[in-house]
């Protein structure tokens, strides 16, 4: 889902929207600028690392990765100098001349990449949640954000803002959408701020993401697959073996599939539920378009190769 922080009902920026969420401001409107040598990461915080890998992690920040960061970091204008970081990082205060890196890890890393001594930040005296919930905020405004991740993230923001576990978050917002309870927390102001769609979506729709086996996740976030065409697999609840089994035919596919293809799997299952076939014909017909495959798929393709590979042994 492409973010677009123009569209009607929006805070022009995270910073705004992070203003508006949370109530918090920086003591000044202008960024300042800070030495890198004063700014740290906080292992595990990222929330945009939250459901990778290792490989995956260190994939994110590896200088193949950040190479157009960087280049663009050290692009040299007019006056001779280089451009250095465009959008200022979000950081708080650590004490003793320190700050955290709160939004921003990517840039933080390219600036040191690409030799840079100074950054410009936005500084905010923020708690631990007010910290989470920010970085939450400010990496769901990422251009082209899945479904799969933009519902993680939504619903582990509604979860630092409630103190509600995600089964409580969707009762609540079921709830809601049925007025048979108030909107104390007011999670449809947060919902269209931040994402753009309100508790009726969230509630009927991103709650799906939450029933989804990790390879039906992985399948969307990697865009094998659209979330529309993998939600009909929810239809067979518990029985595991025959959704992960109809998620490779779907893969298996030419064309990337309808929801209206997989609902006729579904049916067709129900009606004569087979068993599985071997593991080589269901390989098989995947084969060919492993070569198709580039950038972050055909990565991901690596991966569940070597695993494959390392099953096997």
């Known amino acids: ?21 949370l109530g918090v401001k920086a003591p ?3 960024p300042a600028v800070l030495p890198l040598a004063q700014l740290t990461v906080e292992p595990g915080f990222n929330p945009r690392t939250a459901h990778l890998t290792q490989e995956e992690r260190e994939a994110l920040f590896s200088p193949e990765s950040l190479g157009d960061l ?26 003793g001349e ?18 840079l001594s100074t950054v410009p930040v936005l500084v905010r005296n923020l708690t ?6 920010a970085a939450i905020i400010e990496n769901a405004q990422r251009q082209n954000v899945d479904q799969v991740s933009e ?4 619903f582990r923001l509604l979860g630092v803002l409630t103190g509600m576990d995600e089964p409580q978050l969707v009762r609540h917002l079921n709830a809601i959408r049925q007025n048979e309870e108030e909107d104390r927390h007011g999670l449809d102001r947060t919902l269209r701020t931040v994402f753009g769609t309100g508790v009726s979506t969230w509630s009927q729709q991103r709650a ?7 390879e039906e996740r992985r399948a969307i976030q990697v865009g094998l697959l659209r979330a529309k065409s993998v939600f009909p697999l929810l239809k067979l609840g518990d029985n595991h073996a025959a959704r992960l089994n109809l998620l490779q035919e779907l893969l298996a596919m030419k064309e ?27 390989l098989r017909p995947l084969l060919p378009r492993l070569k198709k495959l580039t950038g972050t798929q055909a990565e991901e393709a690596d991966r569940l190769i070597a695993q494959l590979q390392a099953l096997l042994d």
Do not use: C
């Not at 889902?1 to 969420?21: F, V, Y």
């Not at 250095?84 to 708080?92: A, D, E, I, S, W």
């Not at 799906?208 to 990790?214: A, E, G, H, R, T």
């Not at 799997?265 to 009606?271: N, T």
């Open 1 to 21: 889902m492409s973010k677009n922080l123009s569209r009607p009902g929006r805070a022009h920026t995270p910073s705004g929207i992070i203003e508006e969420i």
């Open 28 to 30: 000044s409107a202008a």
């Open 70 to 95: 960087v280049r663009s970091m050290q692009e040299v204008l007019e006056d001779g100098q280089p451009r250095g970081v465009q959008q200022p990082l979000l950081v708080r205060p650590l004490g």
């Open 98 to 115: 320190q700050y955290a890196v709160v939004a921003g890890e990517r840039r933080y890393r390219a600036a040191q990449l690409a030799g």
């Open 128 to 133: 631990d949640q007010e910290a989470l919930a």
């Open 151 to 154: 519902a993680l993230a939504g």
């Open 208 to 214: 799906k993401v939450l029933q989804l086996l990790s």
């Open 256 to 282: 990337k599939p309808s929801s209206r293809d997989t609902e006729q799997l579904v049916e067709r299952y129900l009606q004569n539920p087979l068993p599985h076939p071997d593991r080589a014909a269901r």
